[in-house]
């Protein structure tokens, strides 16, 4: 299916020109068609010669109800542009112009309606749109003359779209959703519905979405959908739907405006940096202003860069991402002040003094598209999934200047940064206090702060650390035990004689050895700490486990204590230890044996 919206001055017959293309009455309202006036949006659907579905949103011409016909025109990708032969260009027909031509529309179809009412031709009066049209994305749009009353070009009318139609970009059902309401109602039996046009993406029977209204948002599930009044199990892009909502909402509670969405696939945002596109310069513009993106209508902010950078800080929050294009309205205005795309959806605070004019700079070298190595390089780590949130495309290719870990990018600079930093720390420590195990891995994370910390076993590779049990060193540097060396000296030499009598606690302290300086000789591969108190060399276990292997097995505790010459002091912990390590094993309460 392909969604139209029509555009032009009131009363030029866009209303009588999708009946007579459709044979159904677009205006939904018994006021309306009373008093031959298009107040809100119409709907109505017909099938071309070539089996192309077509829907139409009809949209008011007058100028009180703008902010309606921006609602219809606003998420549809294509405009079929109206104006009467026998009155050419009017004051609507400029603010219909300045609406397509802020939403950046490229695609549509011109069509010079009541061309019984003009007799001597419509030469001028297509010479005038075509001059008014020139700076908009429907210059070279096709233009066809016609007569709904006697059916004059119709078939024209109708071939002209039907090419035009053939020649747009294919559409992506498998983007993710979003649906920008233009209506909720309720229908007995079945609740709440409401509809929109999809643009993108595919919703099907079952999904579960998000419902993001005026003041609240909330998990809804799709139980059932239509799309031209055909009961559908899924509709893609791009079409006009109804969706049956499961949900605590009633339809009174939902708003055009609202928006439903895939689930944790939009960045949902209040503040944006945006790019002036068309209309009034952002320095002369009011700072209240009237922004509608999709069916969406928020009031903003606007704080101005330059004349053509800004920040809009909206009156609610929307899923918005790069690339959007905005109509920006003054105030209590019936006309379109200036148009505008979004530049970035996560802007940085401004806090500084000068940070206005540094921005506009910035702004001003950005691509309203994105550029992937920039976004890396102001946050020095993002997920790709956060980029991809944002609108970034062409994420397949890991930008240069970029290192990848898994779905998560660093800016090469920062993750140098974080290298040096952390080696500077780790080296500095280990000259300050050579007893120190290392820099402890919390400290490490503030060091490099929350993005590195994520990444820290990269970091201490890259920047050749090691880490060991919890701490972070310098790798193959045998620890200075500084002032401890002599009495560790003395205590190396005693147990290389009696290797099982492990020194009392005062005769630690005779040596000035407490538990650091313990501790510091055990990682420098010195000593090996037992529980209990219980000090001896690293090659005692492989030495107990010679003489125990010579017992009769299997063995008591007091068997092995008497065969190593010790203490039940060393022997119960050093048993423990070699059954931890899996070289003796525990039969019983008493008896162990050689694993």
Not at 18 to 33: I, K, S, Y
Request: charged fraction near 25%; hydrophobic fraction near 45%; glycine fraction near 12%.
């Amino acid at each position: 299916m392909f969604v139209v919206a029509t555009a032009g001055h009131v009363d030029h017959g866009k209303s009588t020109l999708v009946r007579a293309l459709t044979g159904m009455e677009p205006d939904r309202w018994a006021e309306e068609r009373r008093r031959g006036l298009t107040i809100d949006l119409g709907f109505a659907w017909t099938r071309l010669a070539s089996g192309k579905d077509v829907a139409f949103v009809d949209v008011p011409g007058h100028e009180r109800f703008l902010g309606n016909m921006l609602a219809g025109l606003g998420p549809a990708p294509v405009v079929c542009f109206v104006v009467a032969a026998d009155e050419g260009w009017q004051a609507q027909s400029s603010d219909h112009r300045d609406a397509v031509a802020a939403l950046g529309i490229s695609h549509g179809i011109v069509v010079l309606t009541r061309s019984d009412r003009a007799p001597g031709g419509v030469d001028e009066v297509l010479a005038r749109v075509r001059s008014e049209l020139a700076g908009t994305g429907l210059r070279d749009a096709p233009a066809v003359t016609v007569s709904a009353v006697d059916g004059t070009g119709l078939g024209e009318l109708r071939r002209a779209l039907d090419d035009m139609l053939g020649s747009l970009p294919e559409p992506e059902p498998e983007a993710r959703v979003r649906l920008w309401i233009d209506r909720s109602f309720t229908i007995s039996g079945a609740g709440t519905v409401v509809t929109g046009t999809l643009t993108a993406g595919t919703l099907a029977q079952g999904d579960r979405l998000l419902l993001l209204g005026h003041a609240d948002a909330g998990p809804v599930s799709v139980r059932a959908l239509h799309s031209c009044n055909r009961s559908a199990h899924s509709v893609g892009p791009s079409s006009r739907v109804a969706v049956n909502l499961r949900s605590r909402l009633s339809a009174d509670a939902i708003h055009r405006g609202d928006v439903l969405l895939t689930e944790d696939s939009w960045p949902v945002v209040d503040t944006i940096d945006v790019r002036r596109t068309m209309g009034a310069s952002f320095t002369d513009a009011p700072g209240q202003l009237l922004v509608h993106i999709g069916t969406a209508a928020v009031p903003g902010r606007l704080r101005p860069f330059d004349p053509d950078h800004a920040r809009l800080a909206l009156g609610r929050r929307l899923p918005l991402e790069l690339g959007d294009r905005l109509v920006l309205r003054a105030t209590g205005s019936r006309s379109v002040l200036a148009g505008a795309q979004i530049l970035d959806v996560d802007p940085p605070a401004l806090d500084r003094r000068g940070d206005s004019s540094r921005r506009a700079g910035v702004l001003a070298a950005m691509s309203p598209g994105g550029d992937a190595l920039t976004e890396v390089a102001r946050r020095g780590a993002v997920r790709v999934e956060e980029l991809r949130r944002m609108g970034l495309s062409g994420l397949a290719r890991i930008p240069d200047g970029v290192k990848a870990f898994g779905g998560l990018w660093v800016y090469e600079t920062v993750f140098d940064a974080w290298r040096r930093r952390l080696r500077s720390a780790v080296e500095q420590l280990s000259e300050q206090d050579p007893l120190a195990a290392g820099l402890s891995h919390g400290a490490a994370g503030d060091l490099i702060g929350p993005g590195g910390g994520a990444l820290l076993a990269e970091v201490v590779r890259e920047a050749g650390l090691v880490q060991r049990a919890g701490f972070i060193s310098l790798p193959g540097q045998r620890q200075d035990l500084g002032a401890a060396e002599a009495g560790i000296a003395t205590l190396e030499n005693r147990l290389e004689i009696a290797p099982f009598a492990a020194p009392e606690a005062h005769d630690l302290d005779a040596l000035g050895l407490g538990a650091r300086e313990l501790a510091a000789a055990e990682r420098s591969g010195r000593l090996l700490r037992l529980g209990d108190g219980v000090v001896l060399l690293p090659r005692a276990p492989a030495l107990a486990m010679r003489e125990l292997a010579a017992l009769p097995q299997p063995f008591t505790a007091s068997e092995a204590r008497k065969a190593l010459g010790t203490t039940r002091r060393v022997a119960i912990p050093l048993l423990e230890y070699l059954d931890s390590r899996g070289w003796t094993r525990r039969l019983d309460s008493s008896r162990r044996t050689i694993a």
